[in-house]
Antibody
């Protein structure tokens, strides 16, 4: 069955960096776009970033552009989110999501990132 | 990248129908058929309920349906059941590999 498992979350000070990883299994990873979606405590869903199936196309939300970078390693069935210059407002659960042609089909359990001094 | 506009809450009695609107612009909801809907129960992971405006994934009950007119998409729950009480989010593709979610709607079953 399809599985996406996030790791790498934790508590980090403002201005510091953190890298999230997402290990995928149960599907042809190299055939699907992958996304990161976040949800701040008690708030709604916010799309963060997308990388196409082969990594040739990617983009991110205005709120993280210039600070966050999405990447993937199809040999390892893994997608990453490199987060730099973290701010308190980046505190959220970060979900890794498998795309199925424009829809977020399969979600991980989420990885909590807390930005606090 | 402004969030799509959804009503903060809707409610209905068991068996009734409720409709949630999702209003965007001609650059997102109105520009592409990549509109999807997600259900999220408290403390749980979001679940895909509708893709491509009106497609229902396998396993999603038939009482959930989606549609779109112009810059507004809608999710209708017919024959409301207690387990449908949850938060619902729409999402739309805006072009250039960018997506945007709606503000979210809390559905209450009276």
């Amino acid at each position: 069955q399809v599985q996406v498992v996030e790791s790498g979350g934790g508590v980090v000070q403002p201005g510091r960096s953190l890298r999230l990883s997402c290990a995928a299994s149960g599907f042809a990873f190299g055939n699907h776009g992958m996304h990161w979606v976040r949800q701040a405590p008690g708030k709604g869903l916010e799309w963060v970033a997308l990388i196409s199936y082969d990594g040739s196309n990617k983009n991110c939300a205005d709120s993280v552009r210039g600070r966050f970078t999405i990447s993937r390693d199809n040999a390892k069935n893994t997608v990453y989110l490199e987060m730099n210059s973290l701010r308190a407002e980046d505190t959220a659960d970060y979900y890794c999501v498998k795309e199925d042609i424009g829809a977020f089909e399969s979600w991980g359990q989420g990885s909590l990132v807390t930005v606090s001094s | 990248q402004s969030a799509l506009t959804q009503p903060r809450s809707v409610s209905g009695s068991p068996g009734q129908s409720v409709t949630i609107s999702c209003t965007g612009t001609s650059s997102d909801v109105g520009g592409y058929n990549y509109v999807s809907w997600y259900q999220q129960h408290p403390g749980k992971v979001p679940k895909l309920m509708i893709s491509h405006v009106s497609r229902r994934p396998s396993g999603v009950p038939g009482r959930f349906s989606g549609s779109k007119s112009g810059n507004t998409a809608s999710l209708t729950i017919s024959g409301l059941q207690a387990e449908d009480e949850a938060d619902y989010y729409c999402c739309a593709y805006t072009g250039n590999y960018i997506y945007v979610f709606g503000t979210g709607t809390k559905v209450t079953v009276l």
